[in-house]
């Protein structure tokens, strides 16, 4: 079982509507848990952390449930700029802080 | 924010060559540097850590004589994929951090390498 795991999609979903991804981690001593960006052919870049109580960040939104160990990132009024790979990141504190990905799901929106 | 740049963008070489990758933080001291490797359609993987001064930590499975990495400043670290094969095509890309602890929120990531191996 990969330690973090995604749904490699593609979701294609019309421009306007919410989308919503899920990633599961598999070992509970994950400390930090993130959501990173990346468009073709480019860098991975942080799109947000994800805390315990959940947060926001304009159109997005995270939420972290430890006790099933996954967590969601929710885009309400998708743009077609939001097209990209989207990566679940771990961070395992029991491994020198070592980040762990996901393989990404894709999400294409459409005009 | 930090800058993080990597040299060459983008390599082509033929098979047995050597090809070296520069990282460079060019506005901050980067304590860590990590390299990681991604293949189409897959997740970053890890291959090594490099402080300053030190030898890097590589990971399982990731051969260090044929992945050097040299940390010479807290502003350079370089990887030389040595004897390159086709194999070895993928994209490298590395990520300084501002701290030893290497949170992620202190992670910041180079534009990458795509490096094809005839």
């Known amino acids: 079982r990969k330690e973090v795991e995604q749904d490699p999609g593609p979701f294609n979903v019309p421009e306007g509507a919410t989308v919503a991804f899920n990633c599961t981690y598999s070992?509970?001593?994950?400390?930090?848990f993130f959501w990173y960006r990346q468009d073709c052919r480019k860098e991975p870049k942080l799109l947000m952390s994800?805390?315990?109580?959940?947060n926001e960040d304009g159109r997005f939104t995270a939420q972290l449930n430890r006790a099933s160990q996954y967590i969601s990132l929710l885009i309400r009024d998708s743009k077609l700029s939001d097209s990209a790979t989207y990566l679940c990141?771990?961070?395992?504190?029991?491994?020198?802080?070592?980040?762990?990905w996901g393989a990404g799901t894709k999400l294409i929106i459409k005009p | 924010g930090a800058v993080v740049s990597q040299h060459p963008s983008r390599v082509i070489c033929k098979s047995g060559t050597s090809v070296k990758i520069e990282c460079r933080s060019l506005?901050?001291?980067?304590?860590?540097m990590f390299w990681y490797r991604q293949f189409p359609k897959q997740s970053l993987m890890l291959m090594a850590t490099?402080?300053?001064?030190?030898?890097?930590?590589?990971e399982q499975g990731v051969e260090k004589d044929k992945f050097l990495i040299n940390h010479a400043s807290l502003t350079l670290s370089t990887l030389t994929v040595t004897s390159a094969h086709p194999e070895d095509s993928s994209f490298y890309i590395c990520?300084?951090?501002?701290?030893?602890?290497?949170?992620?929120?202190?992670?910041?990531f180079g534009p990458g390498t795509r490096l094809t191996v005839l």
């Open positions: 990520s300084a951090s501002l701290s030893s602890r290497s949170r992620t929120d202190t992670q910041y």
């Open positions: 506005d901050f001291q980067a304590t860590t």
């Open positions: 490099s402080n300053e001064g030190s030898k890097a930590t590589y």
């Open positions: 070992n509970s001593a994950s400390q930090s």
């Open positions: 994800v805390y315990s109580s959940g």
């Open positions: 990141v771990v961070n395992r504190q029991d491994s020198n802080y070592q980040l762990i």
